[in-house]
């Protein structure tokens, strides 16, 4: 069975700290993404990646960052964490265009 | 940007009701897709649509894609307290890069 696993399920930061969520898939799929997910307005997407070292902006990519050195491993990066970036973050992978996302279980973080 | 408006937000019914979800767009979209997502975990991939007019059944719920691609249904028959979860639509965009995602359907079943 395919799988998306992200690093932590829950995660509490405090202001202006560096934090990194990971993603990794085993599915040797070439596309990744990194979206948030808010009551009343969905899923937005951050970042993706079509290969190793490949990123793009999604629609709201201020505040992040992404690296993508390895294939299976997909990392987002908040540069200094504010309390407005407090949020449930899905990471999902696919093999290419026109196929579903795999989604991971999401990283709820808190930023106090 | 390309959005898509789900309809309604929120629904509430009794098990063995049918009901249906909409998801409409001004944007042509050369594929849909739906999504159930369960509380605490990531959305799953129900179905794909592709071509304008096509009806696709997984057991209990069908859905459709419009014939100018820019709208979706889902209906479900005799919902069951399983069916219980937040329902997504996302378009594919010409460009063919990535997703984007409606806002999202809460359908509760009550036994």
């Known amino acids: 069975d395919v799988k998306v696993t992200q690093s932590s399920r829950y995660l509490v930061k405090r202001t202006g700290e560096k934090v990194f969520l990971e993603c990794v898939q085993d599915?040797?799929?070439?596309?990744m993404f990194w979206y948030r997910q808010d009551p009343g307005l969905g899923l937005r997407l951050i970042y993706f990646?079509?290969?190793?070292?490949?990123?793009e902006k999604g629609d709201i990519p201020e505040g992040y960052s992404v690296s993508r050195e390895k294939k299976e491993r997909f990392s987002l990066i908040l540069e200094s964490a504010s309390t407005n970036q407090t949020s449930m973050y899905l990471c999902?992978?696919?093999?290419?265009?026109?196929?579903?996302?795999?989604f991971g279980s999401g990283t709820r973080l808190t930023v106090v | 940007t390309q959005l898509l408006k789900q309809s309604p937000q929120f629904l509430s019914i009794q098990e063995g009701e049918n009901l249906t979800v909409y998801c409409n767009s001004s944007?042509?979209?050369?594929?849909l897709q739906w999504y159930r997502q369960e509380p605490g975990e990531g959305p799953v991939l129900l179905v794909t649509?592709?071509?304008?007019?096509e009806v696709k059944k997984l057991k209990r719920l069908t859905f459709q894609f419009g014939d100018a691609r820019k709208d979706s249904s889902l209906h479900i028959t005799a919902a069951q307290p399983g069916d219980t979860g937040l329902y997504l639509c996302?378009?594919?965009?010409?460009?063919?890069?990535?997703?984007?995602f409606g806002g999202g359907t809460r359908v509760l079943v009550k036994p």
């Open positions: 999902a992978s696919r093999i290419g265009t026109g196929y579903g996302y795999t």
């Open positions: 599915m040797d799929h070439e596309n």
């Open positions: 990646s079509y290969d190793v070292k490949m990123k």
């Open positions: 944007s042509v979209f050369s594929s």
């Open positions: 649509v592709v071509t304008g007019g």
């Open positions: 996302a378009g594919e965009g010409a460009a063919g890069n990535k997703l984007t």
